[in-house]
């Protein structure tokens, strides 16, 4: 770690990996001998399209997809999603189907009631969503449009650990905070979202992966720029893109390939979870996870401590130990410690032996 670096476990903007923090440090100037910086040169320029393109092959790769899906870049981070989706699909008396799994998964819903089209497939609520639906809990309605899923639940955390059977009925994701971080069959997907500040790089980009099919067709009476088929069409540069957030997707795309792809990031991030949930688990109960054990997220770690006033002591201690942005949401109260793709495993040593060090003195 730099000397002056801190562990940085917020939830998004999240931490991100310091080799392409560097990268985009030593190139901002004159990138690739053009003399102009990367948010300097036109769009249209062919030095950005090689980001682009680079940007979109590398996130197909990593996932496994091929022709039959695209990469689209599209601003209004992941809350445009929530809009877009049912704007799109759920149209012509089809239902847009929800499971709500969390926040997020809510405020998808709630948009897609917005324009009266929402049905609630299943819902977590009655535990505090403390656990992921399973399968024979949701309930997908007549003429559904689409089933919505929202992956990993960043305020809750809780996660997926299977992919829920949709049948013949387009199956979407809300990826945002685990994006790219381990691999599954992303082919059972029609479209998957990813807001990028968690895991991708920084605020201001959404990437969206789909199938080209799904997205052909947008109803006629939509304004352009709410429309998939418009990002479809014209590659993502029907306006100008966010070009510095893609080209930063595009490095950190690069970096996972570099570390190995999304098995080796799974594997990482395993492990990671493993040394904060186990020093949970063997804290005698000081320490108290939120999700249930079977739903816990690899990406998002939620515990309190045995009352508030231990868990603001606890967080206003982490941070003279260099460990910044461990308290929780307030929906679920206590800490929330964020370990997507570029924490690295030392800091989660750290936490670990900081989160020890504090039950014995405060216990
Ligand atoms: C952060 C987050 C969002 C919201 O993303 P914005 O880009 O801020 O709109 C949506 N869904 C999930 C799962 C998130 O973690």
């Known amino acids: 770690m730099e000397a002056n670096r801190i562990y940085n476990f917020n939830p998004g903007p999240a931490m991100q990996p310091l080799e392409v923090l560097k990268e985009a440090q030593a190139e901002f100037l004159n990138f690739?001998?053009?003399?102009?910086?990367?948010?300097?040169?036109?769009?249209?320029?062919?030095?950005?399209?090689?980001?682009?393109?680079?940007?979109?092959?590398?996130?197909?790769?990593?996932?496994?997809?091929?022709?039959?899906?695209?990469?689209?870049?599209?601003?209004?981070?992941?809350?445009?999603?929530?809009?877009?989706?049912?704007?799109?699909?759920?149209?012509?008396?089809?239902?847009?189907?929800?499971?709500?799994?969390?926040?997020?998964?809510?405020?998808?819903y709630q948009e897609a009631e917005i324009l009266g089209t929402g049905h609630i497939a299943a819902s977590s609520k009655n535990t505090n969503f403390r656990h992921i639906p399973v399968q024979d809990e949701i309930c997908i309605s007549e003429h559904a449009a689409y089933l919505h899923i929202c992956y990993n639940n960043t305020i809750f955390g809780t996660e997926y650990h299977y992919i829920p059977e949709a049948g013949n009925i387009p199956l979407i994701a809300d990826m945002s905070s685990d994006m790219l971080s381990r691999p599954l069959d992303f082919?059972?997907?029609?479209?998957?979202?990813?807001?990028?500040?968690?895991?991708?790089?920084?605020?201001?980009?959404c990437v969206v992966v789909a199938r080209k099919s799904f997205l052909?067709?947008?109803?006629?009476?939509?304004?352009?720029?709410?429309?998939?088929?418009?990002?479809?069409?014209?590659?993502?540069?029907?306006?100008?893109?966010?070009?510095?957030?893609?080209?930063?997707?595009?490095?950190?795309?690069?970096?996972?390939?570099?570390?190995?792809?999304?098995?080796?990031?799974?594997?990482?991030?395993?492990?990671?979870?493993?040394?904060?949930?186990?020093?949970?688990?063997?804290?005698?109960?000081?320490?108290?996870?939120?999700?249930?054990?079977?739903?816990?997220?690899?990406?998002?770690?939620?515990?309190?401590?045995?009352?508030?006033?231990?868990?603001?002591?606890?967080?206003?201690?982490?941070?003279?130990?260099?460990?910044?942005?461990?308290?929780?949401h307030r929906s679920v109260g206590g800490m929330r410690t964020s370990i997507y793709n570029a924490m690295p495993y030392e800091g989660c040593e750290i936490l670990t032996d900081f989160m020890e060090k504090f039950r014995k003195t405060n216990a």
């Open 32 to 108: 690739h001998d053009s003399g102009m910086s990367i948010i300097e040169i036109s769009h249209r320029a062919k030095q950005y399209d090689q980001v682009h393109q680079q940007a979109k092959v590398d996130i197909k790769e990593l996932m496994g997809l091929g022709d039959d899906y695209e990469v689209l870049f599209i601003q209004g981070g992941a809350s445009t999603q929530f809009a877009m989706i049912p704007m799109n699909f759920a149209i012509g008396g089809k239902i847009g189907n929800y499971v709500l799994s969390g926040s997020f998964a809510t405020k998808a």
């Open 187 to 205: 082919s059972k997907f029609s479209l998957i979202y990813a807001g990028a500040q968690k895991n991708l790089g920084p605020a201001g980009v």
């Open 216 to 328: 052909a067709d947008s109803p006629k009476a939509l304004p352009t720029m709410l429309r998939y088929d418009t990002f479809l069409k014209k590659d993502s540069l029907y306006n100008t893109p966010p070009a510095f957030c893609i080209y930063m997707v595009g490095k950190t795309a690069a970096w996972i390939k570099a570390q190995g792809g999304l098995t080796a990031m799974a594997a990482r991030n395993e492990k990671k979870a493993k040394l904060v949930y186990d020093a949970i688990d063997n804290s005698n109960g000081f320490y108290h996870g939120h999700a249930d054990k079977d739903s816990r997220s690899f990406m998002n770690v939620t515990f309190r401590l045995p009352n508030e006033d231990l868990e603001t002591k606890f967080a206003a201690e982490a941070l003279t130990h260099g460990l910044s942005g461990v308290k929780g």
